[in-house]
């Protein structure tokens, strides 16, 4: 298993900017795919954002798309989620996620399966 750590969640005033951060450890980290979650209260947790092991490809849920980029350093072990013009809908604990390269395609919440503790993201309006 891969352990992940978020960091970079809080509060913040509609239109304002956040950067989130996962690090990685345990394993060979550019083996993975690399995904970012989000749960509200109430709500099933969804994909919003993620990233092929080579950085090559990315995926955003429509709802982000502009506003939200998300990268990541396999030489640091890190992801990132950088979240621009931000709204009081995207308020929600914020999940990074990794998936193996076999475990399905990159841009499909099934194929994500190790976890990180979640960082709350609270936008206020």
């Known amino acids: 298993q891969v352990q992940l750590v978020e960091s970079g969640g809080g509060l913040v005033q509609a239109g304002g900017s956040l950067r989130l951060s996962c690090t990685a450890s345990?394993?060979?980290?550019?083996?993975?795919?690399m995904g970012w979650f989000r749960q509200a209260p109430g709500k099933d947790r969804d994909l919003v954002a993620a990233i092929t092991w080579s950085g090559r490809s990315t995926y955003y849920t429509d709802s982000v798309k502009g506003r939200f980029t998300i990268s990541r350093d396999n030489a640091k072990n890190t992801v990132y989620l950088q979240m621009n013009s931000l709204k009081s809908e995207d308020t929600a604990v914020y999940y990074c996620s990794a998936g193996g390269r076999s475990s399905g395609s990159y841009n499909e919440a099934t194929a994500y399966n190790n976890w990180g503790q979640g960082t709350q993201v609270t936008v206020s309006s």
């Open positions: 345990g394993r060979t980290f550019s083996n993975y795919n």
